[in-house]
């Protein structure tokens, strides 16, 4: 069975791209254009790893990330933070929140895949 990954982002063109690279290297993908509407899909299902944004409308990625570690289902899900901005304090916040690791775009599909296979196991 394929893992299932869930890409967030409020752009469509990052969502397409993601979703792409993904499912090109044998993954199940679900998006998400941003945290409030990522939590309203996940309904408890079976996830293996979500990658978010950190600016998005209405939820944002920090917003999301907490709100999934508050949940016993998604305590422990790999969770990557996929964003523009590269500054310390940010990636500080995204830690404490509770992020597994970060990637800054722009993004090659060969690091996206490279990531999502090592915290996929």
Known sequence: MAKVIMTVDDSASVRQMV???LKAAGYEVITAV????ALGKLNGSALHLVITDLNMPNLDGIGL???LRADARYKFLPIIMLTTES???KKQEGKAAGATGWIVKPFSPEQLVAV???VLG
Do not use: L, M
């Open 116 to 118: 999502a296979k090592k």
């Open 87 to 89: 500054q310390a304090e």
């Open 65 to 67: 990330i907490r709100q």
């Open 34 to 37: 941003d945290g409030r509407d």
């Open 19 to 21: 979703s792409f690279t």
